[in-house]
């Protein structure tokens, strides 16, 4: 363990509790060049991900694959399902890039596609994975409402830091 530096690799799982009507999500973080297993359906000769990475969605009903950190060209595997998929009308405006967003942000005052309502949270799991892998690699169970690891009171010293005096955030 380095406390100076993230790892070469490493495989972070969050497990996220239901919420209303949406069921419990699980979700499996790979980097460094580890890769999740080769889904059966993905026919011989295709590639899995792209040199930046991808993802796999795994539904009830089946997998989506999509390559690159936006997952473009994401795709029904096994292609034949994704022959026999309908696409729904979008209703949901396409972004014309981060950057360019967040200009017509600040100029208009609208919020962007991915503001900090989405970005701040997200931050906050990827952080946690990190605290994670810190703590040796222990399940960690947070409250997020009160931003607190429940269950090892160590690993809140990465969670809060103890300003100098003159200095509050």
């Known amino acids: 363990m380095n406390t100076e530096s993230y790892p070469q690799a490493s495989i972070v799982r969050y497990e996220f509790p239901a919420r209303g009507e949406m069921p419990p999500v699980k979700l499996t973080w790979y980097d460094g060049g580890l890769t999740p297993p080769r889904p059966v359906e993905l026919e ?41 998929y309908k696409r729904p009308p979008k209703t949901i405006p396409r972004s014309p890039g981060h950057y360019i967003e967040w200009i017509q942000a600040c100029k208009t005052g609208q919020p962007s596609a991915c503001n900090f309502d989405y970005a701040g949270p997200l931050t906050e799991v990827v952080l946690l994975g990190n605290i994670a892998l810190r703590m040796m690699h222990k399940k960690l169970y947070y409250d997020g409402p009160n931003m607190k690891i429940t269950n ?3 690993a809140n010293q990465y969670i809060h830091r103890e300003y100098r005096k003159g200095w509050k955030l």
Request: charged share 30%.
């Open 44 to 84: 011989e000769g295709r590639r899995m991900g792209d040199m930046f990475g991808g993802a796999i969605f795994i539904g009830d009903k089946g997998k989506i694959m999509g390559g690159g950190p936006g997952c473009e060209g994401a795709r029904i595997i096994p292609e034949s399902k994704m022959k026999e």
């Open 152 to 154: 090892m009171a160590e």
